[in-house]
């Protein structure tokens, strides 16, 4: 199996870049099935999801818009709890439907925070899509709509997920070896 090491720790290959595109055409035909004829804006969710985001998006077959939004609630290997703001809306979504696009739902806390924006900015409808989930860490009981893999409580990285900065080019996704 595939190691790497980035700063201080190592990483194992966990979700082949093969694996994560094949998983990606299957969402997205889902996607184009399930929101043909509706007024879809996705919402990517920085820094994380601008892969994933790109990889839904350019796989798509109805009319849609993207738009991006900032909100970091993460620090080192440990969510930090604390939410920060939410910057980037230019975006008018009320009376649209709503695909939100992350990286990664752990605690649900980021999930969370979105959506009472999303709720307050009178979204029609919201759809939740994310490459992975870690349903150990989970505290919400939002419905998660698209969910690429779902992951142990364990801190990965690469496919647009971080470890102190780092790792985000990589395509395949690695979790950390203790
Ligand atoms: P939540 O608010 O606890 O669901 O955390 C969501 C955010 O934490 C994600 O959008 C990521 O930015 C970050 N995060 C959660 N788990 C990991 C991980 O295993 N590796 C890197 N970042 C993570
Ligand atoms: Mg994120």
Same mark, same amino acid.
């Given at each position: 199996?595939?190691?790497?090491?980035?700063?201080?720790?190592?990483?194992?290959?966990? $979700?082949?870049?093969?694996?994560?595109?094949?998983?990606? %055409?299957?969402?997205? +035909?889902?996607?184009? =099935? &399930? @929101?043909? *004829?509706?007024?879809?804006?996705?919402?990517?969710?920085?820094?994380?999801?601008?892969?994933?985001?790109?990889?839904i998006?350019?796989?798509?077959?109805?009319?849609?818009? $993207?738009?991006?939004?900032?909100l970091?609630?993460?620090? %080192?290997?440990?969510? +930090?709890?604390?939410? =920060? &703001? @939410?910057? *980037?809306?230019?975006?008018?979504?009320?009376?649209?439907?709503?695909?939100?696009?992350?990286?990664?739902?752990?605690?649900?806390?980021?999930?969370?925070r979105?959506?009472?924006?999303?709720?307050?900015?009178?979204?029609?409808?919201?759809?939740?899509?994310?490459?992975?989930?870690?349903?150990?860490?989970y505290?919400?009981n939002?419905?998660?709509?698209?969910?690429?893999?779902?992951?142990?409580?364990?801190?990965?990285?690469?496919?647009?997920?971080?470890?102190?900065?780092?790792?985000?080019?990589?395509?395949?996704?690695?979790?950390?070896?203790?």
């Open positions: 199996m595939k190691e790497i090491r980035i700063l201080d720790k190592n990483f194992r290959e966990m $979700i082949t870049e093969d694996a994560i595109h094949q998983r990606i %055409g299957e969402m997205a +035909s889902q996607m184009n =099935k &399930e @929101l043909k *004829g509706k007024d879809v804006v996705f919402l990517g969710i920085l820094n994380g999801a601008f892969l994933f985001a790109a990889d998006f350019r796989r798509l077959e109805i009319p849609a818009r $993207i738009s991006f939004v900032k970091a609630s993460y620090e %080192g290997t440990k969510s +930090s709890g604390s939410i =920060k &703001e @939410l910057i *980037g809306w230019n975006e008018d979504i009320n009376n649209k439907t709503v695909v939100v696009i992350e990286d990664i739902i752990d605690t649900g806390h980021t999930l969370q979105i959506m009472d924006e999303l709720v307050m900015r009178k979204a029609m409808e919201i759809k939740i899509a994310t490459a992975l989930f870690k349903p150990g860490a505290k919400s939002i419905t998660l709509d698209y969910v690429g893999f779902e992951i142990p409580n364990d801190f990965v990285v690469g496919y647009g997920l971080d470890y102190d900065g780092y790792g985000r080019n990589l395509p395949a996704v690695y979790t950390l070896i203790h």
